[in-house]
């Protein structure tokens, strides 16, 4: 089966620093880029970013509005990827999901979701 | 603030069709990029229902219709039945600087 898991969410201070997890299975997990979103209490979707797969040098793109605090990176052998946000702020609480897009035809297969609440 | 708009709610009875609109602009659905939509039944994971080519992923029933034309699109829900209710939202890329890839602001249908 073709999954997606996200983990690292919790409850953090305004100011530090949260790691999120993104595991796959069921699929080359090298062969797709991987995206990150996430969604505010109530509101809707936003892409965060993604990080394209070795085969593009594994770079990474940026929603304006977290470009400096957001990055992500990956493991290939673990079949994971990361999303590390810095000096986080209440308004980066929200569930946070990663997706692929396995066709070129929209983001196709997404995780759980992992929720984060920033608040002191 | 999302750079595509949807209107906040639609509601129709059973068996009605609905209509869900997504502006946008001349840097995002205007440029022919691709438009996507995607369901989200409350507290679960989006799904992605239309793809760009106005393609249903398998299991997606054919009561779900894509519309482009200018700078917005459409999706259609005919037929209405009880576990369409759900937030749809429409997704495109955007060429703007530091923009990428954009969502609507998310429709709520509701079925009466």
């Known amino acids: 089966e073709v999954q997606l898991v996200e983990s690292g969410g919790g409850l953090q201070q305004p100011g530090r620093s949260l790691r999120l997890s993104c595991t796959a299975s069921?699929?080359?997990?090298?062969?797709?880029?991987l995206h990150w979103f996430r969604q505010a209490p109530g509101k809707g979707l936003e892409w965060v970013g993604f990080?394209?797969?070795?085969?593009?040098?594994?770079?990474?793109q940026y929603a304006a509005s977290v470009k400096g605090r957001f990055s992500i990176s990956r493991d290939d052998s673990k079949s994971i990827a990361y999303l590390q946000v810095n000096s986080l702020k209440t308004e980066d609480t929200a569930v946070f999901y990663c997706?692929?897009?396995?066709?070129?035809?929209?983001?196709?297969?997404w995780g759980q979701g992992t929720t984060v609440t920033v608040s002191s | 603030q999302s750079v595509l708009t949807q209107p906040p709610s639609v509601s129709g009875a059973l068996g009605q069709r609905v209509t869900i609109s997504c502006t946008g602009s001349?840097?995002?659905?205007?440029?022919?990029?691709?438009v996507r939509w995607y369901q989200q039944v409350q507290g679960t994971a989006p799904k992605l229902l239309l793809n760009?080519?106005?393609n249903r992923p398998s299991g997606v029933p054919d009561r779900f219709f894509g519309s482009v034309s200018g700078t917005s699109a459409s999706l259609a829900i005919s037929g209405l039945q009880a576990d369409d209710e759900a937030d749809y939202y429409c997704?495109?890329?955007?060429?703007?600087?530091?923009?990428?890839?954009?969502f609507g602001s998310g429709t709520k249908v509701t079925v009466l």
């Open positions: 990080i394209r797969t070795q085969g593009y040098g594994g770079t990474t």
């Open positions: 069921g699929f080359t997990f090298r062969d797709y880029a």
């Open positions: 997706a692929i897009d396995s066709s070129y035809n929209g983001f196709d297969v």
């Open positions: 760009g080519n106005d």
């Open positions: 997704q495109s890329y955007d060429s703007s600087l530091g923009a990428y890839y954009v």
């Open positions: 001349s840097s995002n659905i205007g440029a022919g990029y691709d």
